[in-house]
Antibody, heavy 124, light 113 residues
Framework: EVQLVESGGGLVKPGGSLRLSCAASGFTFSTYTMTWVRQAPGKGLEWVSSITSTSNHIYYADSLRGRFTISRDDAKNSLYLQMNSLRAEDTAMYYC?????????????????WGQGTAVTVSS | DIVMIQSPDSLAVSLGERATINCKSSQNILYSSNNQNYLAWYQQKPGQPPNLLIYWASTRESGVPDRFSGSGSGTDFTLTISNLQAEDVAVYYC?????????FGGGTKVEIK
């Protein structure tokens, strides 16, 4: 059974940092593009960042580039999101999501499995 | 960036009736080389993560009931829920994966009339 379990969220002051983690199981993690998607309270979905298998392609939302860094550790079946210089507008539920297709180096992802999310609140 | 505009923002439909949700992209998301529209649909129920319903604009994900169907091409797309069931109450999002950044529509809330 595919499982994605996010952790690392919490309350942080503006300007602070957090590192989110996503532990994957039930599939060959190394072969899939993985993505972070966030959702502000009561709002819609916002793509944050994707990293392909073998990390050969990394994509970021333009507004987040330079503050957020995505990475993966295939030996640990884990995805990460390092978030720096956090702002109030970064307050959201952060979801880890798997691409529908393994070894997908040609197309941007669609998301067939999602974690339950980890909540990030940026407030003084 | 490709902007995805959904309409309506919300709709109320009687049980057993049809719900129609529209999604318009600010530019063409049909890739001529493979004749595929890079458009997906998701369902999100309260307190849950999204669930993939449709990809390539009209291909139903495994396990998705056949009352869900997707259509359209180029810039205009539709998600149709036929024979609406109580468990279909949710917010529905379209997503384009034609070019980075990946973008989602603003969502359409479906309720029971």
């Amino acid at each position: 059974e595919v499982q994605l379990v996010e952790s690392g969220g919490g309350l942080v002051k503006p300007g602070g940092s957090l590192r989110l983690s996503c532990a994957a199981s039930g599939f060959t993690f190394s072969t899939y593009t993985m993505t972070w998607v966030r959702q502000a309270p009561g709002k819609g979905l916002e793509w944050v960042s994707s990293i392909t298998s073998t990390s050969n392609h990394i994509y970021y939302a333009d507004s987040l580039r330079g503050r957020f860094t995505i990475s993966r550790d295939d030996a640990k079946n884990s995805l990460y999101l390092q978030m720096n210089s956090l702002r109030a507008e970064d307050t959201a539920m952060y979801y880890c999501a798997r691409d529908r297709i393994p070894y997908n180096w040609n197309d941007l992802p669609t998301f067939d499995f999602w974690g339950q999310g980890t909540a990030v609140t940026v407030s003084s | 960036d490709i902007v995805m505009i959904q309409s309506p923002d919300s709709l109320a439909v009687s049980l057993g009736e049809r719900a129609t949700i529209n999604c318009k992209s600010s530019q063409n998301i049909l890739y001529s080389s493979n004749n595929q529209n890079y458009l997906a649909w998701y369902q999100q129920k309260p307190g849950q993560p999204p669930n993939l319903l449709i990809y390539w604009a009209s291909t139903r994900e495994s396990g998705v009931p056949d009352r869900f169907s997707g259509s359209g091409s180029g810039t205009d797309f539709t998600l149709t829920i036929s024979n609406l069931q109580a468990e279909d109450v949710a917010v529905y999002y379209c997503q384009q994966y034609f070019m980075t950044p990946v973008t989602f529509g603003g969502g359409t809330k479906v309720e029971i009339k």
